[in-house]
């Protein structure tokens, strides 16, 4: 552990309550440090109202922490034009996703239109995007879905192939960020330079907020989405931000009800913490951490490491994996393993990874990390791996 290492791992208190376990799930959601507690405490315990047009200080006071985290979502992005561009807070990825494909793409598709899928993705930036096209057929509106090519040696996007199904009436792309099975960075600031200035490019960013630095500016999309709850702060606290598309922000209907205004609070104290934590440096950690498990791994001859095959070709480097090591075993069952792995006090995502239908379908075993967890975490997980061979 280094002195950075333990001072933030100090900050969350169910880590460190727990010094026999090792939470290494990160990406199916984070721990959450003391001071986005403090700020949920707070926020009940002193100014708990619904937002809106109040007479009276807790209404106002949410109110404006609404309007305040909006703002702190887009400096937090990287946004180029915060005046002109829309944050909308959902539940988390999978209902952000959902709301830009039903509320916003239904809409925009015209006929012999068409779109590119990531099948190999999260399931959860897929079906949105067959669902919309359904419901446009069904009204007579066709649309043609290409796939999402991807680079067999480094499973991120295959640029090149995609140049090859773009058509002027590609009008709309889905991407991920940061991969949440293979843990590689996609490579989604490509894209735009294949698909041209007026192809809508959305971008899934589950994996990559709150874990690196996220910019729409430079990777050029329209749409980003995310989950608080893999950023440090609540479960239901995510958001959809939108530039302007061709000088209109998204409206989506119905968005009206009551916020969710303690996840966004919530969100907001999770973002200066990582402000302050400083993003470049926990991606600098947790791509390290990865890389140890994976070097690790390598060594161990009954594991395969999931994905990106060519880089796991003796003596090649390892690839730089964003904190997520998918692994699995020759002869034990993913699942199994992650019993093993508990009575050894080591919490993993075991099977079922919610891979989109060109995804994998072998069981195994996910290890993610943030910047609470340690080198001898991951040395400790490997001795007990090694038993087992
Ligand atoms: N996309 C990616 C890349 C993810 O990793 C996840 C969560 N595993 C989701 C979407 C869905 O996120 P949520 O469950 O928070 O809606």
Redesign the pocket.
């Known amino acids: 552990m280094t002195a950075w290492n333990s001072a933030l791992r100090a900050q969350f208190p169910i880590v460190t309550g727990h010094p026999e376990l090792a939470y290494l799930d990160s990406?199916?959601?984070t721990q959450k440090p003391q001071a986005v507690l403090d700020t949920v405490q707070e926020y009940l315990t002193t100014s708990n109202a619904n937002a809106g047009r109040g007479t009276y200080p807790w209404a106002n006071r949410t109110t404006s922490l609404i309007e305040e985290t909006r703002e702190r979502v887009k400096a937090f992005l990287d946004d180029p034009d915060p005046d002109t561009s829309a944050v909308h807070f959902v539940?988390?990825?999978?209902?952000?996703?959902r709301r830009v494909a039903l509320d916003w793409l239904t809409r925009e598709l015209r006929d012999g239109d068409e779109i590119v899928v990531p099948f190999a993705?999260?399931?959860?930036?897929a079906s949105p995007w067959l669902e919309a096209v359904e419901s446009l057929a069904r009204q007579g509106t066709r649309i043609t879905v290409q796939e999402m090519p991807y680079q067999a040696s480094s499973g991120d996007y295959d640029t090149d192939g995609l140049a090859g199904l773009v058509s002027p009436r590609t009008r709309f792309v889905a991407a991920?960020?940061?991969?949440?099975v293979y843990g590689g960075d996609m490579n989604v600031h490509r894209i735009r330079r294949v698909v041209g200035p007026d192809a809508v490019i959305c971008l899934?960013?589950?994996?990559s907020v709150g874990h690196l630095p996220v910019s729409v500016k430079e990777l050029d999309v329209d749409f980003a989405?995310?989950?608080?709850?893999?950023a440090l702060a609540l479960?239901g606290s995510?958001a959809v931000w939108s530039r302007g598309v061709r000088g209109t922000p998204f409206a989506p209907r119905g968005w009206s009800g009551t916020p969710n205004t303690v996840g966004v609070a919530s969100l907001g104290a999770a973002l200066d913490w990582l402000d302050r934590a400083g993003l470049e440096r926990i991606e600098r950690w947790t791509v390290g951490l990865a890389a140890r498990l994976t070097e690790g791994l390598r060594a161990l001859a009954p594991y395969e490491v999931v994905g990106c095959q060519l880089s796991l070709a003796e003596h090649s480097p390892v690839q730089q994996r964003h904190g997520i090591v998918t692994f699995r075993h020759r002869d034990v069952h993913a699942v199994d393993l992650g019993f093993i792995l508990f009575s050894h006090g080591f919490m993993v995502r075991a099977d079922g990874?919610?891979q989109g239908r060109a995804g994998e379908n072998r069981s195994s075993v996910r290890v993610s990390v943030h910047a609470y967890n340690t080198r001898h975490e991951v040395d400790r997980l490997l001795e007990v791996l090694a038993g087992l061979t």
Do not use: I, R
Request: proline share 3%; hydrophobic share 30%; with cysteine.
């Open positions: 990406a199916a959601t539940s988390g990825t999978t209902e952000g996703l993705d999260h399931e959860a930036n991920t960020h940061v991969h949440h899934d960013a589950a994996q989405v995310f989950s608080g709850h893999k479960p995510g990874l919610c």
